[in-house]
């Protein structure tokens, strides 16, 4: 069994300079993996993740600078025989933000699509697929909570669920 933490659009320091307490309670916690779908804005949150378990991430719109190039647009992983993909949301052809990323992964062979950019909580199948955006911990814009993601990975199941806080 894994435990992951997923983030998303944290824009440090700009809208917030410390990881919120809520993530960091389950940081503490303990988790095995850490998720961020893209606009980190600083490579210092990157490192601070990094002392609580290996991070996995990809380039937001608003990522820029040397840190950020080396970021990739996206991630494929399998973490206990689930299949991955990660990407920010904001490129490739679709209205949504959610059309968007299930267009940039649905020829990939997933389980599950990994995204941010909207700063708003989505979790829906399609096509076989769960897309699911962990909204934003540091920024809601017009959301009533701040949110992030856990999931508990086990052989081929994954339960995503979004954790909400003021």
């Known amino acids: 069994m894994k435990k992951i933490l997923i983030i998303s659009d944290t824009h440090m320091p700009k809208k917030g300079t410390t990881i919120p307490e809520p ?3 389950v940081l503490k916690n303990g988790v095995d993996y850490i998720l ?3 606009d980190w804005t600083t490579e210092s949150l990157y490192e601070e993740l990094q002392s609580f378990a290996p991070v996995y991430g990809v380039k937001g719109n608003v990522d820029n600078g040397t840190w950020s ?3 990739p647009e996206k991630v494929l992983l399998e973490l206990e025989e ?5 990407v920010h949301g904001h490129l490739g052809k679709g209205r949504s933000t959610p059309e968007r990323a299930f267009r940039a992964c649905e020829d990939d ?3 599950v699509i990994i995204f941010g950019h909207s700063h708003i909580p989505f979790h829906e199948v399609k096509d ?3 897309l699911f955006n962990p909204g934003s911990p540091t920024d809601k814009r017009r959301e009533k909570q701040f949110s992030f993601g856990l999931a508990v990975v086990e052989q081929s199941t994954i339960k995503l669920n979004h954790h ?3």
Do not use: C
């Open 128 to 130: 076989n697929k769960i």
């Open 69 to 71: 190039s080396t970021l």
């Open 23 to 25: 993530i960091l309670t």
């Open 109 to 111: 062979d997933v389980d």
């Open 164 to 166: 909400y806080f003021s």
């Open 82 to 86: 689930v299949k991955i993909a990660m």
């Open 36 to 38: 961020h779908a893209g």
